[in-house]
Nanobody
């Protein structure tokens, strides 16, 4: 199963982008879904996640994006979004959509989860 991301690009500091993640191969309602990013020369980082539709709702954000990023679902379109505002140069990374395990404390993923191919985000003046 391949998740499909879109919406990455290049913006100036303070700008906004909305990343989208979808698939025709499974219902995202059944899965905890989130976003993981990897910047050059840095470890992969869980940015945000949303619990599956059938469990108690959980939303997670890593500290550096709280108040700036918002994760949401569109059940009708079977898509998950990451709305990113007030972008900073340190947000520059490849952003991956993935399934995993979403808690209040983290978004845990594994190579065996479903992943997208990644979409690049560059924040630079």
């Amino acid at each position: 199963v391949q998740l499909m991301e879109s919406g990455g690009g290049s913006v100036q500091p303070g700008g906004s982008l909305r990343l989208s993640c979808g698939t025709h191969e499974l219902s995202l309602d059944l899965y905890d879904v989130g976003w993981v990013r990897q910047a050059p020369d840095k470890e992969r980082e869980g940015v945000s996640c949303a619990s599956n539709f059938y469990n108690t709702e959980v939303r997670y954000y890593t500290d550096s994006v709280k108040g700036r990023f918002t994760i949401s679902r569109d059940r009708a379109k079977n898509e998950v979004y990451l709305e990113m505002t007030d972008l900073k140069p340190e947000d520059t990374a490849i952003y991956y959509c993935a399934t995993g395990h979403c808690t209040d404390d983290q978004f845990a993923t594994h190579p065996s989860n479903y992943w997208g191919q990644g979409t690049p985000v560059t924040v630079s003046s």
